[in-house]
């Protein structure tokens, strides 16, 4: 792999609460290279999205702190930027598409203005050319009739437009590293797939590298090279997205693949839907094992009192997980 | 064309308000050469009733009661729309402050609470008694208790708008803080400041008039529809319409500024004019 763009180790960030602390994300490691799109997939609550949104340092320092780790983005550790150098990366080197584009473009504003607002503040280039840029990353995400559209306000376009111009905004400065928070869970299926080709293609285009948060495994393997599963705020597997889908090691990826619903004739169409027994490990417990322990059906004693190290298993790919050996066999 | 005309037809309060706002302020405005001399002494003329000379008769010193009425609009006009602008540009920036950061929130709110317990009155009472009486004591003294309201419907705009999304987004996307609160949150703040406005308007005129009733306001050289009230109630039955028109005039701008409130908030608030239709 080339040199990394996004490096993070050891990441830790906690919400300190009245109950105790929260680790919502214990430990995390990973690294996006140049033009390389990562997934990173769990159910709710794993920590995806505290993951995002530490990298950025956007949490709300009552609610939530990283205490620990580092995010190396272009030489630097992200963690010990002032503020001022911090907003220089966001939406710069770092833009991020969030999960619903029905609110996060400002009302008020035209779509025009609030794409020239990017540049306008990162660029330095005069009113005219920010405004020419808008029109231009509009035709980009193929917005018909971009040049009028412009002027339009966020409720005069549809729920798919709206996720286009937050792409448009969120690639205006041509960033190094996008990270999409779920960018296609709000959006109709049929513009899901489009929305998905579209980042893709301008991601080539621009040669950005992407962060994509998604619990849907049908968006990872559509998008993704490699793909990191998290659970309870740890990484539990990570891989190269076909080697995990024809290989997946842990049993909670397992148990992911499994609840996928599936067409089908005769005796798979009577199957009813594996779910994973048990619910989310409470992150204010300690965690002495492996978290998915409780609800493993591999599970043994060992699991419960000995965390499992990240095992290499070639090409790659690693697993978290004592008993790899069971569920491949299994 | 057709445009104006349904507007007109679904907003009437809104047209009756205006026209009759635009109205007396253009009588306020052209008062010379439309009226006579307001301050002229006749006092053998005192007290007559309405006739071609006097149109709404004369007072007890045989001053003209319509001339009087006239400039009278000039006081009221001036102290409503000059409250409503100060209030509101003061309360704007102390309350978009205050909602943004919590700091300034914790210590800004308490002193604006206090001084919502301030009645403008007795304020105005206070000022006008320590300095000269003008029309900007009398300014100053209503503007102050009414910036506390138009801070605390401010903050509770900039406390909604900042949680949602796109807030965030911006952000995210590098916005310095400048820039998210005047660029992104003061926006939403407009709408309901607009009305908010029409009724510091209404309160201003009235408490102008209440001042000038208890002699505690403009000085009693100017006309103004709360003095001639105040001089002319000892005469009301022997000449109630040196009571009755400055008296129906202050009812009748009231009335007109709450109306065009009224229109332009069911205009604005989205929500509110749905549950109308």
């Known amino acids: 792999m080339s040199e990394p763009v996004l490096s993070v180790e050891g990441l830790r960030t906690h919400f300190f609460t009245r109950d105790g602390i929260t680790r919502a994300v214990d430990g995390l490691s990973f690294v996006i290279g140049a033009g390389e799109t990562l997934g990173i997939v769990g159910e709710s609550g794993c920590g995806k999205s505290v993951t995002a949104l530490s990298i950025l340092r956007l949490l709300p320092p009552v609610l939530g702190r990283t205490v620990g780790g580092t995010v190396r983005f272009g030489g630097r550790n992200l963690l010990e ?75 005069q376009l549809s729920g798919g437009m709206r996720q286009r111009v937050m792409i448009a905004i969120a690639l205006s400065c041509h960033p190094q590293l996008l990270i999409a928070d779920e960018p296609t869970t709000a959006l109709d299926v049929t513009i899901q797939a489009q929305i998905l080709r579209l980042m893709l293609e301008l991601k080539e285009r621009m040669g950005a590298a992407i962060l994509m948060i998604t619990h849907n495994l049908g968006v990872v393997a559509e998008t993704c090279q490699r793909v990191i599963v998290m659970y309870a705020g740890r990484k539990v597997e990570e891989a190269p997205v076909l080697d995990l889908f ?85 | 064309m057709k445009r104006l005309a349904t507007f007109c037809r679904r907003n009437p309060t809104i047209i009756i308000g205006a026209v009759l706002l635009v109205l007396v302020a253009a009588v306020a405005l052209a008062a010379p050469s439309i009226a006579g001399d307001p301050v002229a002494l006749k006092p053998i003329d005192r007290l007559q009733g309405p006739s071609a000379a006097h149109w709404l008769g004369t007072d007890f010193l045989g001053r003209d009661v319509y001339a ?150 403009v000085p009693p050289e100017i006309p103004t529809w709360g003095n001639m009230i105040a001089q002319s109630r000892l005469f009301i039955a022997r000449a109630p319409w040196t009571i009755f028109a400055p008296g129906t005039a202050l009812a009748m701008v009231i009335l007109s500024v709450n109306l065009l409130g009224d229109g332009l908030r069911d205009l604005l608030d989205v929500r509110l004019a749905r549950r109308m239709v």
């Open chain 2, 68 to 217: 009087r009425v006239v400039y009278g609009a000039r006081v009221s006009l001036i102290v409503g729309l000059s409250v409503a602008a100060m209030s509101i540009v003061i309360g704007l920036g102390i309350g978009l402050a205050a909602g943004y950061w919590r700091g300034v929130d914790a210590v800004v709110m308490r002193f604006m609470d206090g001084l919502m317990a301030i009645p403008a009155i007795l304020l105005a009472i206070a000022m006008v008694s320590l300095n000269r009486a003008s029309v900007w004591i009398v300014i100053v003294a209503i503007t102050i208790p009414e910036v506390p309201r138009v801070v605390r419907l401010v903050r509770s705009v900039v406390l909604t708008v900042r949680t949602l999304p796109y807030i965030e987004a911006a952000v995210s996307d590098g916005s310095p803080a400048w820039k998210i609160v005047l660029r992104h949150i003061l926006p939403s703040t407009i709408a309901p400041l607009i009305v908010q406005g029409t009724y510091i308007t209404a309160s201003a005129i009235l408490i102008e008039a209440a001042l000038s009733f208890l002699g505690a306001g």
């Open chain 1, 81 to 155: 930027l002032d503020e001022a150098a911090m907003r220089g990366i966001r939406g710069n080197r770092i833009a991020m598409v969030f999960q619903e584009p029905m609110t996060s473009l400002n009302p008020v504003l035209t779509v025009g203005d609030q794409i020239a607002e990017a540049v306008l503040i990162h660029q330095g280039k005069s009113r005219a050319e920010a405004w020419a840029r808008a029109a231009e990353m509009l035709t980009l995400v193929q917005i018909p009739d971009a040049a009028r559209r412009v002027h339009d306000y966020p409720h």
């Open chain 1, 246 to 330: 024809d290989r997946p090691l842990h049993p909670y990826t397992r148990g992911l693949m499994a609840s996928i619903p599936r067409r089908g004739t005769g005796a798979a169409r009577r199957r009813r839907l594996a779910e994973i027994p048990g619910i989310v490990p409470n992150l204010r417990d300690p965690m002495p094992g492996c978290a998915f322990a409780p609800r493993c059906a591999f599970a043994t004693d060992r699991c419960g009192t000995e965390a499992p190290p990240l095992d290499d298993h070639g090409g790659g790919h690693v697993a978290a997980c004592w008993h790899t050996g069971r569920v491949l066999a299994a």
